[in-house]
């Protein structure tokens, strides 16, 4: 089972990007996905998942309305589109996949992880 993150960078506020997270040895479709972000010095943070069984997406308060998570079965991949990005979502962004959770914001119960993906916001 792997996770590869990719498509970070770094971008002026209220830019966008598109991070992606590959997924191998596993099927995507049967799993709850998580994107966490860890900046310098602070804890991992919850930003977004997208549940399995049922596929319900949540967001923490800070990204809603700005993120937007999604899959491709197809591909196995999931997707974080970042619009409108600001100073304080700079971090390192991680992919992370696990069954069933039952605190789907809580990085400790996810097992498999991708190996993060720097985002920089800045002027």
């Known amino acids: 089972v792997q996770l590869q993150a990719s498509g970070g960078g770094l971008v002026q506020p209220g830019g966008s990007l598109r991070l992606s997270c590959a997924a191998s040895g596993f099927n995507l479709h049967y799993y709850s996905i998580g994107w966490f972000r860890q900046a310098p010095g602070k804890e991992r943070m919850f930003v977004a998942s997208n549940r399995w069984p049922g596929a319900s997406t949540f967001y923490a308060d800070s990204v809603k309305g700005r993120f937007t998570i999604s899959t491709n079965s197809a591909q196995n991949m999931v997707y974080l589109q970042m619009n409108s990005l600001k100073p304080e979502d700079t971090a390192v962004y991680y992919c992370?996949?696990?069954?069933?959770?039952?605190?789907?914001?809580?990085?400790?119960?996810?097992?498999?992880w991708g190996q993060g993906t720097q985002v920089t916001v800045s002027s």
């Open positions: 992370a996949a696990d069954r069933i959770l039952s605190n789907i914001r809580d990085p400790s119960e996810y097992a498999y």
